[in-house]
Structures are given as C-alpha cells and as structure tokens.
C-alpha cells in the first residue's frame, strides 16, 4: 500500500502543478496569476482530490458493514440494489419526465437508490434480517432493475449518453457543495457504525450464538444496513456508480491482517480512500495525453490486480459457512417428473406458438415444417444453455458454500465477453466465427489464469471466489470502456451482451447440448463429490475425498458449462443464480435432486424468455437474457413474501 501512496501523491503533485505552479498555490489573489488556472485549481482539482477520499472512504465503509451484516466477502454497496435504482430513475426520467432534473441528477439518483434499498427491505423482512434473504431479495432488485436499464440502452441509445457517462463514475467537480454535502454524511454514518461496531461483531458466530449472548441479531442487523446502505446510496447519487472499491477495500484490509469488525472500520476506508484517490490522480494524468477513462473504470482496472496479487500473496482467508450437511430423502420423482414435463410443453408451445403480422398463429405439423429449421435451433440453444448455467451455478454455490455465488463470478464469462466486444467493435464486418474464436482465447487465458493464481494461493474456495471474481471485473471494466467508446456497433455490442439466441445456429445448438450430455454424465460422480463437501474438509479428507483434485475438477467442469453457454447466447446472469435456489425452493436440497431440478428450471426460464423476447414487441425481438429474470424472478419473491420455505 506504501506504493500506492507514492504514486497518489507524485501523480497529485504533477497535476496541481500542470494546473498551477508551486509558488502561487498559497500566493494572494492580487498577484499576477491568471484568473482561470486559479479558478481551476481552487474549484476543480481540490474538491475533485476531496472528494475521491470522502467517496473511497464511503465507499470502503459501506462494504465493510454490508460483508459482515450478510457474513459473505462478496457484499458490496451495489449488493442491495441500490446503485441499479438510481441509474434506472435517472434513465427513466431523463426519457419521460425530463423536467424533474431540474432538481439535480443527485436528487434523482438518490431517490431510486432510497426505492430500491426499501424495495430489497420489504421482500427481504423477517424478525432477523437474516443474511440470505437480503441477499436473494438484492438480486433479484438488481437484475431487474439491470433488464430495464438494458432495455432502454438498445432502444434509446442515443438519448442517454450522458447518463451512460455518468454511470460509469466521474469524479469532476466545480465547487465544493459535493465536498460539503458528503463529508458529513460520512461521518454521521461511520460514527453511527462504530457505535453498533461491538455487538455486530458478534454476529460472526451465527444467530444462535448471538442471540444466546444477548444481541438482538434483527435490530442490530437493521442499524448496521440503514448507514451502510446510505453511504453507497450517497456517493452513487454524487458521482455515479463506482463500483469494487466496496468490494476490494475490505479484502485488503483482511489481507493485511485486519481480523475484528472494529479493525475493519479503521483500515478499510483508508485503504478505500487510497485506492480512489491514486485511481483519479491516474485519470486525471492520462486525460492530457488524450486518454478518457472513466475513474469508475479505472478503479477496476487498478483495483483488480492489486487485489489478486495480495490474495495470492497471503494465506489468511474469509470465513464461509458451509451449507447444512444433507439429510437422507426419497427420490423427488413426482416433482422432477413435473419439471421435464414443464420443460417439453414449453418448448414445444414455443415452436408451435408465435406471432404474425395478422396476429397470433399456432402452427399445425402440417405448416410448420418451412420456419421449423429456424426455430428449433434457438429453443434447444436456449433450454440447453439454461441448463448449463444452473447447474454451474448449483457447482459453484455447493463447492464454495455461498448463495450468491454464480457462474459468472469465475470470470469466465466476462473474459469471454470481453474478447467477443473486440471483434465486435474494433474488427470490421466479423464474422460469428471471429467472434466466437476471440471469446473462447480470452476465456482459456481466465481460467487458466484463475486456476494458476489459485493453485498458487492454496486453492481454497475463499480465494477462488475472489480472484475470479477480481479477473472478472477486471474484464467487465474493459468491456465498459470499450462499450463507452462512441463506436456505432454499440448497439450490437449490446444486444450480444443481453444474451440473444438470434444468431445461435443448428451446430451450436447441437454443441450446446453435447456439452449438456457430457456433463451430466461427469455430474454422476460430482454429486458423491458434493454429498460429502458440506461436512468439511477434515471430515472429506478423512473419508478419503482427494479434496485438491476435487476443488479443481469442479471448477474446471463449472467453467466449460458457464463457457460453453456464453459462446452460444452470450452472457446471462439470472439462471444460474437463482435456479439453484428455486430448486431447493421445491424441496430439492440433496446434490442430485438439486441439480436436476435446476437444470429443468433453467431450461425452462430461457426457453419461455426466448419465446417471449420473439413475440412481445414483434417484429422486434427483445434478448432472451433480459427477460430471463422476470420470468422467474417473481416465484421466488412470493415465495420469500410467504416465508413459505425459509432463506435465513
């Protein structure tokens, strides 16, 4: 960290005096100093250098409270869904109620950020806040909050692009009303935080332990998520979404030895505001040479690395806790049964059903045959990728024992994003060969490099989670550069990145489910695998679970199926997220069971997305990945509302 603070404070020094020289920055107003390099420099440069410490601190804060409420590494101040709402509000207003930003872009972010937050509280309230439901109920805010965002990107493009700026975080400042609104904020909110810093502390042991030692688990909980949430709530209405530093900055404390809750208060946003100063300072050195980079970007880009390089380096850990050992249960053969006859009506409704220019048709054997050839591609691609993700997602969420854990957190599908979005957008008129070659380069290069680092590291699922999910932002941060680029193929490069099967071919079809069959035959030795996992490594070891072995063949296996349905559809986040969790929702908690019923449910999700992303706006077609969360998000939310199977 003593680097970074060198860097910020060289690259600080050469900006201030590029702006103004060393001799008048204390020189009165009389002198002969040009009026405009003084006003920069009063005005400009030292509120936006306040302003990236107050809002790393910020940021850094939240992160730490929100980790240790949800007891999981990967909580960040975006978790709760409230960065996704204030981009939304922003977005929508800007579209259809334009006059309301008379009120300021920070009004109106803050606003959706505050509807979103309460939205996350009320499907997520019980008596104890417990940790899992705000986490399911911040995903499923955050994904659909994600599919309008999306949505309005491809069809009105052109009408946001400065809200597209400013959702990839910006640091410019003209005043000091930013400082002067945040810095108390802060404070109030880090004080209020260190008062409650003891008895959250506890919570660590798990609710029982806590309760039996006297902590009221739900109101702490509730006191500790109200200023965390604020926090992020407040930076992302004052300089947009800068994402990972809430992430990242908690992990470095860790990683340098900070071990208690209290700790974490104290080092983390200062590691937060370091990370954001030197990250802007950087930015601000690169914009003279013609290089514009989003400081919210370039926070992953410097962030990233410096992250895996202290994983890798240290040997101490995050805490997950392991799911509930499995109980014995008789085979579930009238619900799966259920499922594969859901998932074969589906798929033939979405063969034989559509909609025309003289309305809606359903098609007889006898006519369908001339659109068969067309249509049968897109529904196998569709039901096989689906499957693929959830059961990667029931792999990785079982291996590393943390529900929000998904395939996409290895990296694998955003390197493959990535290497599709430069071809997609530097090479002219490729084809979907090129395309699919630079993806599948750039996701070998992740997993072998998030295999390596691990191997390296000691392979625990700790550090897996985080180094992929440190490569992973790391390549989202340059498909968002590239994205912000002003290229005219944005708007292909958007529709590739919302998961569409329009492209997906009879051979990509047929490979997609190969690759299914493959895996389902491996999968009957993974599920012995996965039965005994959650009694722990010393028990697996002493029954003979070669647990080195087993760790890296479950990642591998995970990373071909997540890599596999990138390739084919691009990359979709819902179904290998939350399929797993609507499975055991069903009552299918063993290993094998859940699989299988996952693997329906998410067949199921994408299929009926496809078909509906083909009919709702015909002739216009909607990506499938966009609707795949609201086709099965809403179950899982009446099912939380009804608390009629517990998450906590």
């Not at 955050?142 to 400013?166: E, K, N, R, V």
């Not at 980079?293 to 990233?304: K, M, R």
Request: with cysteine; charged share 10%.
């Amino acid at each position: 960290m003593t680097t970074i603070v060198v860097a910020a404070l060289t690259m600080t020094y050469l900006n201030l005096v590029h702006q103004l020289p060393v001799e008048d920055w204390l020189s009165s107003p009389i002198k002969d100093v040009p009026d405009l390099d003084r006003i920069v420099f009063l005005y400009a440069l030292l509120p936006r250098l306040v302003i990236s410490l107050i809002c790393g601190a910020a940021l850094a804060t939240s992160g730490a409270a929100l980790q240790q409420v949800m007891r999981n590494p990967l909580a960040e101040p975006t978790t709760l869904g409230a960065s996704a709402g204030a981009q939304l509000a922003l977005m929508g207003v800007a579209l259809w109620y334009p006059g309301l930003l008379a009120f300021g872009l920070d009004t109106v972010a803050l606003a959706g950020a505050a509807l979103a937050s309460l939205a996350v509280a009320f499907f997520a309230f019980d008596r104890h806040f417990s940790p899992r439901r705000l986490i399911l109920s911040g995903l499923i805010i955050t994904l659909y909050a994600g599919t309008l965002i999306t949505l309005m990107s491809i069809f009105h493009s052109d009408d946001l692009g400065g809200i597209f700026i400013w959702s990839t975080g910006t640091l410019n400042q003209n005043d000091w009303n930013g400082v002067r609104s945040l810095l108390p904020r802060l404070a109030i909110c880090w004080f209020a935080l260190l008062m409650i810093a003891r008895p959250l502390s506890v919570t660590h042991l798990g609710d029982e332990a806590a309760r039996s030692l006297g902590v009221p688990i739900g109101i702490i909980r509730l006191l500790a998520l109200i200023p965390a949430v604020a926090l992020g709530a407040f930076v992302t209405s004052a300089v947009g979404v800068i994402g990972f530093v809430g992430l990242a900055a908690p992990a470095l404390a860790r990683a340098l030895g900070a071990r208690r809750f209290q700790n974490h208060l104290l080092v983390a946003p200062i590691i937060g505001a370091m990370l954001l100063w030197c990250t802007d300072q950087g930015v601000q050195i690169l914009s003279r040479f013609g290089w514009i980079i989003p400081t919210g970007t370039a926070t992953v880009l410097l962030g990233a690395p410096i992250l895996v390089w202290l994983l890798v380096s240290s040997r101490t850990g995050f805490v997950s806790a392991p799911w509930a050992a499995e109980q014995r249960a008789g085979f579930p053969r009238s619900i799966l049964l259920a499922m594969l006859t859901a998932v074969c009506l589906s798929a033939i409704g979405a063969m034989i059903v559509a909609k025309a220019d003289q309305g809606w048709l359903l098609e007889s054997p006898l006519t369908i045959g001339p659109i068969f050839d067309l249509r049968w591609p897109r529904v196998v691609g569709a039901g096989t990728t689906g499957a693929m993700l959830a059961i990667a997602g029931v792999l990785i969420q079982r291996l590393t024992a943390n529900p929000i854990a998904s395939p996409e957190i290895l990296g694998i599908s955003s390197a493959a994003t990535l290497g599709a979005m430069v071809v997609l957008l530097l090479v002219p008129d490729p084809s979907r060969f090129e395309i699919l070659v630079a993806a599948s380069i750039t996701a070998t290069l992740a997993f072998g490099l998030i295999i390596l680092l691990t191997l390296r590291g000691g392979g625990t699922p700790d550090r897996l989670l985080m180094l992929g999910l440190a490569i992973g932002t790391w390549a989202s941060a340059g498909s968002v550069f590239l994205l912000a680029s002003g290229n005219s193929r944005t708007s292909q490069a958007l529709a590739w990145l919302s998961g569409s099967t329009y492209r997906t071919s009879s051979i990509d079809a047929m490979v997609a489910l190969g690759a299914l069959v493959l895996s389902g035959i491996l999968l009957a030795k993974a599920t012995h695998w996965l039965r005994i996992l959650p009694l722990g490594d010393a028990v697996s070891v002493e029954l003979g679970l070669p647990m080195h072995r087993v760790r890296i063949s479950l990642v591998a296996l995970t990373a071909v199926l997540t890599g596999v349905a990138t390739l084919v559809v691009g990359p979709l986040s819902f179904a290998g997220l939350l399929a797993p969790h609507l499975a055991r929702q069903f009552g299918l908690a063993r290993a094998g069971h859940q699989i299988i019923g996952a693997a329906f449910i998410g067949a199921i999700i994408l299929i009926i997305s496809d078909w509906l992303g083909r009919n709702l706006l015909f002739p216009s077609q909607v990506p499938a990945g966009l609707l795949s969360s609201m086709v099965g998000g809403p179950y899982l939310i009446i099912m939380m509302y009804r608390g009629r199977r517990s998450l906590g």
